[in-house]
């Protein structure tokens, strides 16, 4: 494959018509292809996912864990010290209530991590990018390098012959 192709490939949403691999590398470089992905991904954010962001910040925080367990020990003294028929002992509506959360905390939590693994998956594709860009633009210079270096060994053998 060659440096064409491989750019051509890098640079997928754009619509490039250059002959000159030279003029090819030369635009690459010149041209940012790093997206920030956290920005790219907030443009097509809708409600629903800023929502479900927010749910899985608060049920994964301590303020949620130490709530909740306020609230387990509360229902649970109120039902055994309090009030006699509400809830008694296994706590069968407790576990319904129990149940009934954990089965839409699941799918919110899911929602919020598939958008996360949607934003590493940009990242990482933008890694690739920038990778790709900066190992082509490398080997440009190490071209360059060795290029020079002939024209330099090239110089010094002319210098030599004219001292003889």
Sequence with gaps: MSKKEIVKMLLNN??????NEDEL????????????ALNEE???????????????????????????????????LLNLYFIDNLD???FILLNLLLSCIAALQAP?????QNREAKRD???????????????LIL????????????LEKEILKELENKRK
Excluded at 14 to 19: P, R
Excluded at 28 to 34: K, N, V
Excluded at 139 to 150: A, I, R, S, V
């Design 14 to 19: 754009k619509e490039i018509n250059i002959d």
């Design 25 to 36: 590398l030369d635009l690459l470089i010149d041209e940012p292809i790093s997206i920030d």
């Design 42 to 76: 907030e443009k097509n954010i809708k409600l629903r996912d800023k929502i479900a962001d927010k749910i899985t910040k608060f049920i994964g925080s301590w303020t949620f864990i130490l709530g909740f367990s306020g609230f387990l020990i509360f229902w649970v």
């Design 88 to 90: 008694p002992y296994p």
């Design 108 to 112: 919110i939590i899911m929602m919020s």
């Design 121 to 135: 998956s940009l990242r990482s594709k933008n890694d690739y990018r920038t990778d790709l860009k900066s190992e």
């Design 139 to 150: 080997e440009e210079l190490h071209d360059k390098m060795e290029e020079l270096e002939k």
